[in-house]
């Protein structure tokens, strides 16, 4: 695959660049517009959207993205807001580590940029969490900036359209397939042009040019796509390397405390690295044993087994096994280090999507 590929979608085609206009005239006919991240130029309104799109559909972002906002309406809120605030405001969008990312970058715009976003992509680039598609998506969004993005659906939209035989489970042919990205770009962009055409490569890929039924027959550019040409949509994009997923078990510790008006959970705050890092949880064990070592003898009989939860990560599937422990305060110095933390004070801490389901759902049946 060379850049005759890229030559080829002009075949038949009086325009010099056929592709980016059929594309940019598709998505202001056709494409997504009413996304309250869109009709924006504002660096904090896009990013935010940007890293909470990552690895998440459009409709679980749909509503934290105003949750979030309510509270950090813009970088200098985000900046000041603590960790925990953070944390809890994701609670359930998964992948933590883009939090935390997005915490420490909001102080850096504050406090080495004047609360100011750079405004190329490269500059974007050395900022924490943003990476070269997100750098661009922000520049071109809100800048005007000629340059691609080359996320997850954009790589599969342009491999698919260009035939691309490389295999993008390594470096090389991604760099490649990001330098034919940007040829492909709008040749002399009129105001708003880069703004759609980055939302169109977004739409097509997310609406229309779908990992497993492409749905060609309502695809903009299907004339041009060289895999539609020959009958091969399923062999691109091309990649090797599989994701290899692991099969865990966790046990966790429940201490509830029933004897307070309304029940707490002990619970403690995840290491800083790790699966749920920084997160608040209750204890976990490698197994059974390990847990009930950690009870005292006298206390091993109010042991309550729940029914497991089973949870899906990206390269892990845990199996979360609960076991109940009801605990009166002065008995909480035989528990490991941790804290109580009231039922009603559950939304204000960061906590992982299954235990906070698992302890709403305790927390009514005392």
């Not at 990205?181 to 040749?187: D, F, K, N, R, S």
């Not at 895999?227 to 046990?251: D, M, Y």
């Not at 990206?314 to 110095?333: G, I, K, W, Y």
């Not at 039922?343 to 005392?366: C, W």
Request: glycine fraction near 6%.
């Amino acid at each position: 695959m060379t850049r005759a590929a890229v030559k080829a979608c002009a075949l038949d085609v009086a325009q010099p660049n056929p592709f980016a206009l059929l594309l940019i005239r598709w998505q202001r006919h056709a494409g997504r517009s009413g996304l309250p991240w869109q009709n924006t130029r504002d660096p904090y309104l896009v990013w935010l959207s940007e890293v909470m799109l990552q690895q998440t559909q459009v409709s679980s972002v749909l509503s934290y993205y105003p949750r979030f906002l309510a509270r950090c309406p813009d970088v200098q809120a985000l900046a000041r807001a603590s960790s925990d605030e953070v944390m809890a405001l994701w609670s359930g969008l998964g992948y933590y580590s883009r939090a935390r990312n997005l915490h420490r970058c909001a102080q850096v715009v504050v406090d080495e940029h004047g609360g100011v976003f750079p405004r190329t992509a490269e500059a974007l680039q050395t900022l924490p969490g943003i990476g070269a598609s997100t750098a661009a998506a922000i520049a071109a969004f809100c800048y005007g900036e000629r340059i691609s993005i080359l996320d997850g659906n954009v790589r599969r939209v342009l491999s698919r359209l260009l035939a691309f035989e490389g295999d993008l489970a390594q470096q090389g042919p991604q760099r490649e397939l990001w330098a034919l990205a940007q040829e492909l770009l709008p040749q002399a962009p009129e105001p708003d042009d880069m703004t759609a055409y980055t939302q169109g490569l977004m739409d097509l890929g997310a609406t229309v040019c779908l990992r497993s039924k492409p749905l060609c027959d309502r695809c903009p550019v299907q004339p041009l796509c060289q895999a539609h040409a020959i009958g091969q949509t399923q062999r691109f994009p091309v990649k090797s390397r599989r994701l290899v997923r692991r099969f865990e078990n966790w046990w966790l510790l429940l201490g509830r405390d029933a004897s307070a008006q309304a029940p707490r959970f002990w619970l403690e705050r995840r290491p800083s690295s790790g699966i749920w890092a920084g997160l608040y949880c209750p204890p976990v064990y490698a197994d059974e044993a390990a847990l009930r070592a950690a009870v005292p003898a006298a206390m091993q009989d109010r042991l309550e087994t729940l029914d497991a939860v089973a949870h899906s990560l990206t390269h892990r599937e845990l199996r979360l096994h609960p076991l109940l422990l009801d605990v009166s305060p002065e008995r909480a110095q035989h528990l490991p280090p941790g804290q109580w933390v009231g039922a009603a004070d559950l939304e204000a801490r960061g906590l992982p999507a299954p235990v906070k389901l698992l302890l709403q759902a305790l927390s009514k049946t005392v």
